[in-house]
């Protein structure tokens, strides 16, 4: 079993940056990819952004490149996200979850298997 933990979400103004983490435990950890999920209220969860096992491979969804960035540690079992330039449509309840079932990334929610609770991002206008 794998348990995360997010954390780093708040308020925001427009423009500003946040530095959300998702802690890990479980020694297996290193073996998995792991998403990044929002969902608003009203709307469907989408995935943010996506990294595998190693770093190597990396999934943003269009509206976030060039602002968000997704990388991990492993050795610390946590993958963070950085988001820049925050926009008032990015506010939404920030997710991790790990794929356990295959080693390549996948940008589908129900292609994912762990999930934490969630931390609240608000971006002010």
């Known amino acids: 079993q794998v348990q995360l933990v997010e954390s780093g979400g708040g308020l925001v103004q427009a423009g500003g940056s946040l530095r959300l983490s998702c802690a890990a435990s479980?020694?297996?950890?290193?073996?998995?990819?792991v998403g990044w999920f929002r969902q608003a209220p009203g709307k469907e969860r989408e995935c943010v952004a996506a990294i595998s096992s190693s770093g190597g491979s990396t999934y943003y969804r269009d509206s976030v490149k060039g602002r968000f960035t997704i990388s991990r540690d492993n050795a610390k079992n946590t993958v963070s996200l950085h988001a820049n330039s925050l926009k008032p449509e990015d506010t939404a309840v920030y997710s991790c979850?790990?794929?356990?079932?295959?080693?390549?990334?996948?940008?589908?929610?129900?292609?994912?298997?762990?999930w934490g609770q969630g931390t609240q991002v608000t971006v002010s206008s």
């Open positions: 979850a790990v794929r356990a079932r295959s080693f390549s990334v996948a940008s589908s929610p129900n292609e994912y298997d762990y």
């Open positions: 479980g020694r297996t950890f290193a073996r998995y990819p």
